[in-house]
Nanobody
Framework: QVQLVESGGGLVQAGGSLRLSCAASGRTFSRFAMGWFRQAPGKEREFVAAISWSGGSIYYADSVKGRFTISRDNAENTVYLQMNSLKPEDTAVYYC????????????????????WGQGTQVTVSS
């Protein structure tokens, strides 16, 4: 069973940067697309970014495009989310997730394509 552990969250001022990491174990990491999602208080979980199993394809939510960068290191079984120019509306618990299908082609379609989730890491952006 795959395990995902996020780290790197914290408190930052608006305009600042954070880098989230998600370490994976229990599954051949390089075969699966990975995604980042977030959930703010009182709101539904929303998609942030996703990266294909090879890293060759990437998809971002419009709200973070140009500010966030997703990447992966298959040798280290880790996916990253570099967040720059942070805004107060980015405040949320951030979760990484693993695609349910090896070498899947539907990873960009949303949370229903993911079957493993981390515990989340809090990101708070002050104004």
């Amino acid at each position: 069973q795959v395990q995902l552990v996020e780290s790197g969250g914290g408190l930052v001022q608006a305009g600042g940067s954070l880098r989230l990491s998600c370490a994976a174990s229990g599954r051949t990491f390089s075969r699966f697309a990975m995604g980042w999602f977030r959930q703010a208080p009182g709101k539904e979980r929303e998609f942030v970014a996703a990266i294909s199993w090879s890293g060759g394809s990437i998809y971002y939510a419009d709200s973070v495009k140009g500010r966030f960068t997703i990447s992966r290191d298959n040798a280290e079984n880790t996916v990253y989310l570099q967040m720059n120019s942070l805004k107060p509306e980015d405040t949320a618990v951030y979760y990484c997730a693993a695609d349910k299908t090896p070498y899947g082609s539907r990873w960009y379609l949303g949370s229903d394509e993911y079957d493993a989730w981390g515990q989340g890491t809090q990101v708070t952006v002050s104004s």
